[in-house]
């Protein structure tokens, strides 16, 4: 069981009165072979016998969830450059939410700081505002139907490529979340519309070209002209599927089937001979050696 122990007065009653009662000394801590402790806003254990010394009691809490984790470091009290961790407290509702350094939580939530790092950072869209520059309110807290949103929760109006970076969340997590929120909020918003609000986006496929290659004349390598948008600049490039699969996600998948689609039956594509890089050295080498044969005489 994670639990935190922090020394306070004798009147504190909940992780945030407890929190602002120790916050201006050193917080003491221990580890049992029942329980870990930290350093933080603890709550009261129930089995805890009050020591006979007239020193502050030992008040003990215990870490329900964790819900957030803070967008940027900071240097904690032992003067680690580290993150902060929203704390939801086993007992308590979310007014009694409190932000803990990374380093107290180590000495007694170890397992559920790393179970949190490990996936993808949770975050819910409020609303939206603008239409090139499309932006999004986001909440970065966790949150379900029985575990209300925390009232000291970081709220940030970001981009999805600000989503994604400043959040350490992965692309395909913030554009499901984005193309929901779209789908959902924009009466009449098509999924291509959706799509193009992204910050790098296909905007079309122009043409196609398979090439053959000369080891293996039965293998054909398709590659498409892509133009795309990345934040304010458009580009044309050739791209096969996997590079677009790389650059703009699953969508590259569908954007390449709705243009197969609107070709002709039976249009016949054009085919280039691709060589390989080693079949070019060899080609180069066999010109080299006929160069230097005829300035020998032979």
């Given amino acids: 069981m994670p639990v935190l122990r922090v020394r306070t007065?004798?009147?504190?009653s909940s992780p945030r009165s407890g929190r602002s009662a120790s916050s201006s000394r050193a917080m003491s801590a221990s580890t049992s072979a029942t329980s870990a402790t930290s350093r933080g806003s603890p709550r009261k254990s129930q089995s805890q016998a009050r020591p006979k010394s007239p020193k502050p009691a030992e008040e003990r809490f215990v870490v329900g969830t964790i819900l957030a984790r803070s967008l940027d470091r900071g240097y904690g009290?032992?003067?680690e450059f580290e993150h902060q961790?929203?704390?939801?407290?086993?007992?308590?509702?979310?007014e009694e939410d409190t932000w803990e350094m990374r380093g107290n939580l180590l000495e007694g939530a170890e397992e559920l700081v790393e179970a949190f790092d490990a996936g993808d950072?949770?975050?819910t869209i409020l609303e939206a505002r603008?239409?090139?520059?499309r932006t999004y309110r986001v909440r970065y807290c966790f949150e379900s139907e029985d575990v209300p949103a925390s009232p000291f929760a970081q709220e940030m109006w970001h981009a999805s490529w600000q989503i994604k970076t400043k959040g350490g969340i992965r692309v395909e997590a913030v554009d499901a979340t984005v193309r929901e929120f779209e789908l959902r909020n924009t009466p009449g918003m098509t999924t291509r519309q959706v799509r193009l609000l992204k910050d790098r986006c296909i905007l079309d496929i122009l043409d196609l070209h398979v090439k053959r290659s000369k080891a293996d004349r039965k293998k054909r390598y398709r590659r498409y002209r892509v133009r795309y948008r990345d934040q304010r600049k458009v580009a044309e490039e050739w791209m096969d599927l996997q590079k677009?699969?790389?650059l703009f996600g699953d969508e590259a998948r569908q954007v390449v089937d709705e243009f197969e689609g609107r070709r002709p039956e039976g249009d016949d594509e054009p085919v280039v001979v691709l060589t390989t890089d080693y079949e070019d050295e060899r080609l180069r080498n066999i010109q080299d050696n006929l160069a230097l044969m005829r300035e020998l005489g032979l």
């Fill in 9 to 12: 007065s004798s009147t504190t």
């Fill in 130 to 133: 603008g239409i090139r520059a």
């Fill in 244 to 246: 677009m699969r790389r």
């Fill in 85 to 94: 961790y929203l704390v939801r407290w086993e007992g308590y509702g979310p």
């Fill in 77 to 79: 009290p032992d003067g």
């Fill in 121 to 123: 950072h949770p975050f």
